[in-house]
């Protein structure tokens, strides 16, 4: 199988499973495993790698429109470098500070490759699903996609500074806050845009029509390729956020956050179109 054929099939033990994290009692719990072979191009440091790892879980944290408390991280490598393991812990303490978090610790292993598993929690007691969506409301994004899709490019071209630099996202902790009272339905476009919407097609039984000329693509993919939009799409590992809102609150919402929101489309009954032709369900797969 598959990682969709993984999830269907636990979906159907797990019944609560489907969100970007869990929530008990009013507290949020998420986990994200990354490895090197798979997450962290070859140029990648480790403080780059402590900050997307965690950052990763945040940003789970954040599509659940919850406030981020704190983090842990498993650190896994063949053997066990001072420095590269002081730069990881660094790297996660500062994206959790960015979003008013604390990094508390974790474990270590040995493992075969270099991998991280992270857990983060927050709290929210009104978190937003992904299934609240309806026919008429508008679907937006927060920031601009193709952040990382222009990293792995830098870092394939051997620019490893910049690719490093491209990696190290905001998680959008307070964006998420800021929309989850007028927010319908929302989760992390981790998988890109373009499953992001299939995804919350399904679980809030709806289509989505957006428009290609709508959709914010970072300026660095832009410079990068003269055709930007499918990377931008369908690349995913942007960690921005996907959200519906009624029309009515749009603009509230806007002003609310402190990034960029833009509207990319509108709620349909049922399909996914991007310029009214029928949208693939492509993005990032696990594995």
Same mark, same amino acid.
């Given at each position: ?14 019944? /609560? ?70 730069? %990881? ?18 474990? !270590?292993?040995?493992? +075969? ?6 857990? +983060? ?48 996202? /905001? /998680? ?62 369908? %690349? ?8 519906? !809102? ?42």
């Amino acid at each position: 199988m598959d990682e969709r054929a993984a999830l269907s099939v636990l979906a159907e033990v797990l019944g /609560p499973a489907g969100d970007d994290a869990a929530v008990v009692d009013g507290q949020v719990l998420t986990t994200d495993m990354l490895h090197e072979r798979t997450d962290f191009p070859e140029g990648t440091d480790r403080y780059t790698a402590g900050w997307r790892a965690v950052g990763a879980s945040l940003s789970d944290v954040a599509a659940m429109g919850a406030s981020a408390t704190a983090a842990v991280a498993v650190y896994a490598a063949p053997s066990f470098d001072r420095d590269e393991l002081l730069a %990881f812990v660094e790297g996660a303490s500062e994206v959790c500070t960015l979003v008013g978090a604390e990094y508390v610790g974790g474990d !270590l292993d040995d493992h +075969a490759e270099f991998t991280a598993v992270t857990t +983060a929690l927050g709290r929210t007691d009104d978190p937003v699903l992904r299934s609240g969506a309806s026919p008429g409301d508008r679907v937006c994004v927060t920031g601009a996609l193709g952040r990382s899709a222009a990293a792995l490019e830098r870092f394939d071209r051997g620019d490893h500074r910049r690719g490093n630099e491209l990696f190290r996202f /905001p /998680p959008r902790v307070d964006a998420g806050v800021a929309l989850a009272s007028h927010a319908t339905a929302m989760m992390d476009s981790s998988d890109g845009l373009a499953r992001s919407l299939h995804q919350l097609a399904e679980a809030s039984d709806c289509g989505f029509a957006v428009e290609a000329d709508r959709i914010p693509i970072h300026d660095e993919l832009r410079a990068l390729l003269e055709e930007p939009l499918e990377p931008a799409t369908t %690349f995913g590992e942007d960690f921005e956020l996907v959200v519906t !809102l009624p029309v009515e609150a749009v603009d509230v919402a806007r002003e609310a956050t402190d990034v960029p929101l833009t509207v990319v489309g509108t709620v349909t009954e049922a399909g996914v179109t991007l310029d009214d032709e029928p949208l693939a369900d492509r993005g990032y797969t696990h594995g």
